[in-house]
Nanobody
Framework: QLQLVESGGGLVQPGGSLRLSCAAS????????IGWFRQAPGKEREGVSC????????NYADSVKGRFTISRDGAKNTVYLQMNSLKPEDTAVYYC????????????????????WGKGTLVTVSS
């Protein structure tokens, strides 16, 4: 059984910090490109950040650059999203997704190309 499970969401005040986790079960995240996506109420799902299979390269949406940091821990089979200086506009359901990538070590996370998706975790930034 292949699963991705997000955790760490919750209520936080503007300017606060939160760390999301994406844990894999039933398979290893090695050789997978991992992305974080989010969907706010009434809006389309958007890419937030992406990390290459080796963890050596990352990219971020302009809206979160400088505030969010994506990382991965192979020993724990987990990917993280550290979110700092949170804004009300960051309120959304956050999803992690994995894309099989055995040959290319690049931080590319195409929405329609992701192979596995978690069920999401809700982040609410109050004002």
């Amino acid at each position: 059984q292949l699963q991705l499970v997000e955790s760490g969401g919750g209520l936080v005040q503007p300017g606060g910090s939160l760390r999301l986790s994406c844990a894999a079960s039933g398979f290893t995240l090695d050789y997978h490109t991992i992305g974080w996506f989010r969907q706010a109420p009434g809006k389309e799902r958007e890419g937030v950040s992406c990390i290459s299979s080796s963890g050596g390269s990352t990219n971020y949406a302009d809206s979160v650059k400088g505030r969010f940091t994506i990382s991965r821990d192979g020993a724990k089979n987990t990917v993280y999203l550290q979110m700092n200086s949170l804004k009300p506009e960051d309120t959304a359901v956050y999803y992690c997704a994995a894309h099989r990538n055995y040959y290319r070590d690049t931080p590319e996370c195409p929405y329609y190309g992701m192979n596995y998706w978690g069920k999401g975790t809700l982040v609410t930034v109050s004002s």
